[in-house]
């Protein structure tokens, strides 16, 4: 018997082991087994079995057989062929995607002792010696040991040099990193189960009395809660550990250690408490009823129609028929308010999956989901490789977020496509939800892939907000002197007005702004003032973080770069320092003009930090609040920061996307956008559809629960179409107007897009790579082909980029011969002596 076998790297096809004669009967697809590739040991995925020996090579043996059962049911495997072959990777790179870390087992490096050495270690040096006294008396010792021993992490000449010297040789296991949890528990010894012993026992009880108050706590405890932890025993009793020994000592109580889950659940329930609306309850039904034609449902709702709820009730109707339920968010940010209300409706039927939780904790959901434990699982987009038993049902909340889709590492996958692909393995139905669909979902819904609904009522009839566009060209600004005992700030500008045959008076500074661009108009500045007065609460929303998104020399007009990409350089004033966005790289700040030698520097535009600082300052007894991901690190911090501002502890929230997407807060009357411009001006196809869909969703923040909402858009290009559509919240309109474009310029949802960017240290080598696979490509893609072309930044983390994208026709057989090709021609330029470090990233379904 043979074994294809997955293993965590980019391999272009599974390699095959033998099965050993001993575990023919046990081993089955899905499990993982110990292999070994080029002295390397890997814990890999059983991915097929069969009869037939590979022609090309004599198959090494399987090394350990690591499960009695598969951690994957079939679905899961083929889910992984799919995403592999769709999106052009290797099943090695989704296994390493999907798999949590704990199943991915360490290759663990041990020396061991070479008998033939002796014990004559005189001709080694002090670090040698040192290392090969220990291995004479262990025999054998870890890696970690041998850098304790040397006290340096830097070891390996240290070694190489042993083996070279044949005091010992290296062996490689396979180290299991995962831990159960476990807790002591107390219990009561079984002979006081009955209850005259143990009446008899507190009556006759001599000394130690507070002994007897400890005993008397556990057993209201134990009665009360059931199973009594020892940390719990002693707090809530008040009693001291040796209080706690004295009774195990006596023989009255005893201590059991017991496996225990490291995140708590609550009790499961199902508890549905509340009644649809008419318009609801009438959107329920028919989803319900397209669902008996359609697999795929898209709810399209406007902001605060209540969504939701439709979504508890036919997760509800799925639950009652014993399926599993996938609820997909495009943001772990999104999960912390969504799983209050869930569990509310569904208790501890419900888990939640995503990367913030520790390895062990992510391994133990894998396992609850995989043997039905939980029902519904709440998570972002890594939720869709979860091992679901009997998926019924997947809901994809904010379908059109571009969050749902991978950038780095491979697999670059779409949530919400491949979650359309798994739901199909199971017979189970998909529900897309949005305010402002995708194009290409609308398209589909449209031309009837897909079944639409309609939700086009705010909850409680509320009407949507008022959105009022506040022209920036129209505020004129002049410049201000720095008082002299005040640091240099950079540009300061006071708004003056003039009236027909009146002198020129300027404004309070309500207008303050950094290069021309207005970080409060005087119109969004009087409705904070409005709504902070009337007990209300604000969003403001700006897409950039940190204090200033660059600074200008005032002389020359220098800006300062990274030093790895070509992009300037963000500055923050938390850290006093200046961050690259792109690869991370922090700089100190920069005094001196690199170019003409000034001092002298001008901070351009403004980013969450000098918003947050500015709002203090004009704001002063308001409570502000920021939320980017720079504010908001940890598990729980983003949690706590919406917490806060639902009980009204904050007053203004001022935040990145983060603070758009989804989130349900009813005291918002007020939602500011601080530059729509930098919204409206991307080089890129997609940037009407995004722009539409960021304003109005953003507008949905306002004026949830009465309808008094107002959002104010801040923007120079006043006449932009987009505008105008989310005025009047059109979304069908913006369709109809996009979608001529779309197919008169030849992109989705008329075409399927796939990029292949080229990456090299060189230029001048990405580009001619780029060059020869692009021409070797033209014969038969000629006129679906743009490019290659230096894309917007040309240079991350020190790599020249260049860009070739196909834009090819919806037929499946022009497209997996494209796909083919572009697998045959990265192979050739690969094989190329002068392109070999070429990296090569096809991205099927660009976005």
């Known amino acids: 018997m043979y074994a294809d076998v997955i ?416 739901a199909s393995l199971f017979g189970a139905k998909v529900l897309l939800g949005s305010a402002t669909p995708s194009v290409e979902t609308y398209y589909n819904a449209l031309s009837g892939k897909y079944a639409l609904v309609e939700l086009l009522e705010r909850y409680g009839q509320v009407r949507l907000p008022e959105i009022t566009v506040v022209d920036t060209k129209a505020l004129r600004y002049v410049k201000k002197a720095a008082p002299a005992a005040q640091p240099y700030r950079g540009a300061d500008w006071l708004r003056d007005r003039e009236a027909p045959g009146e002198p020129e008076v300027p404004e309070p500074q309500t207008g303050s702004r950094d290069n021309g661009k207005p970080i409060l108009s005087p119109a969004l500045h009087m409705a904070i003032d409005h709504s902070l007065a009337a007990g209300r609460q604000v969003i403001l929303f700006q897409n950039r973080r940190g204090y200033s998104p660059y600074q200008v020399c005032e002389v020359c007009g220098w800006i300062p770069q990274c030093r790895n990409c070509d992009v300037s350089l963000n500055f923050h004033k938390l850290t006093n320092k200046l961050h690259c966005h792109y690869c991370g790289t922090v700089y100190p700040p920069v005094n001196t003009c690199a170019a003409c030698g000034n001092h002298k520097f001008v901070q351009r535009n403004f980013g969450t930090e000098r918003i947050e600082e500015y709002l203090e300052e004009v704001f002063p007894k308001a409570r502000i609040a920021r939320m980017d991901i720079d504010s908001v690190r940890g598990k729980t911090a983003h949690d706590s920061l919406i917490q806060q501002f639902e009980l009204q502890r904050i007053d203004i929230l001022v935040g990145t996307q983060m603070v758009v997407k989804g989130l349900d807060f009813d005291n918002v009357n007020l939602v500011g956008i601080l530059d729509g411009d930098s919204i409206l001006n991307f080089a890129d196809f997609r940037v009407n559809e995004r722009a539409f869909q960021l304003m109005e969703q953003v507008s949905g923040r306002a004026g949830r629960k009465d309808g008094q909402g107002n959002v104010l858009i801040q923007v120079a290009n006043t006449a932009h179409p987009v505008l105008a559509y989310v005025k009047e919240h059109d979304y069908k309109l913006f369709f109809q107007h996009e979608i001529v474009a779309r197919q008169q310029f030849g992109y989705p949802p008329y075409t399927r897009v796939i990029q292949v960017t080229f990456r090299h240290r060189d230029k001048e080598v990405v580009q001619s790579a780029a060059s020869f696979f692009a021409n070797n490509m033209k014969k038969d893609f000629g006129p679906y082909m743009v490019g290659p072309a230096e894309p917007v930044v040309g240079r991350i983390r020190n790599q020249y980029l260049m860009e070739l994208m196909l834009k090819l026709p919806k037929d499946g057989h022009t497209i997996n011969f494209a796909k083919h090709v572009i697998q045959q021609q990265t192979a050739i330029v690969q094989n190329s002596q002068k392109w070999k470090s070429v990296v090569i990233i096809p991205d099927v379904d660009a976005i």
């Open 7 to 422: 293993i965590p790297l980019a391999l272009p096809r599974n390699y095959t082991w033998s099965v050993p004669e001993k575990w023919m009967g046990q081993v089955r697809e899905g499990c993982r087994v110990e292999v070994e590739l080029r002295n390397k040991k890997y814990a890999g995925i059983v991915r097929r079995l069969h009869n037939e020996k590979p022609a090309a090579f004599e198959p090494k043996a399987i090394g350990n057989l690591l499960d009695n059962e598969p951690i994957l049911h079939p679905a899961q495997l083929r889910l992984w062929e799919w995403v592999a072959g769709y999106y052009l990777c290797s099943e090695g790179e989704v296994m390493a995607a999907a798999l949590p870390a704990h199943f991915k087992l360490n290759s663990e490096t041990i020396l061991v002792f070479n008998e033939e050495a002796g014990d004559d270690f005189s001709h080694l040096d002090n670090d040698e010696f040192v290392v090969a006294e220990a291995l004479h008396i262990k025999k054998e010792l870890k890696l970690t040991e041998v850098q304790q021993l040397l006290d340096s992490s830097h070891v390996y000449p240290v070694i190489k040099r042993l083996i070279e010297k044949k005091i010992c040789f290296v062996w490689e296991s396979l180290k299991e990193t995962y831990a159960p949890k476990t807790e002591n528990y107390v219990i009561l010894n079984p002979e006081y189960n009955n209850e005259d012993r143990l009446a008899d026992l507190l009556n006759n009880w001599g000394r130690a009395p507070k002994q007897q108050e400890l005993l008397l706590a556990y057993l209201h405890l134990s009665r009360t809660e059931g199973s009594v932890s020892r940390p719990d025993l002693l707090k809530k009793s008040g009693a001291s550990d040796a209080q706690l020994r004295g009774l195990v000592e006596k023989g009255i109580l005893r201590i059991e250690k017991r496996q225990v889950d490291r995140i708590r659940y609550l009790p499961r329930d199902l508890q549905i408490d509340f009644e649809l609306t008419p318009a609801q309850q009438a959107a329920y039904e028919k989803i319900s009823e397209a669902f008996r034609q359609k697999s795929v449902c898209l709810l399209h709702g406007v902001t605060s129609s209540g969504k939701t709820l439709v979504y508890i009730r036919q997760i509800e109707q799925a639950i009652r028929q014993g399926k599993q339920v996938l609820y997909l968010l495009p943001e772990i940010a999104l999960t912390s308010q969504i799983i209050r209300r869930l569990q509310r409706h569904f208790g501890g039927l419900i888990g939640i999956y995503h990367s913030k939780f520790s390895q062990n904790e992510r391994l133990e959901i894998w396992n609850k989901i995989r043997t039905g434990e939980l029902k519904i699982i709440l998570g972002a987009r890594s939720a869709i490789f979860l091992p679901f038993h009997d998926l019924g049902l997947i809901v994809a909340d904010e379908e059109h977020d571009p969050s749902y889709k991978q950038q780095e590492p491979a697999p670059r996958y779409h949530a919400r496509d491949a979650a359309i692909y798994y």
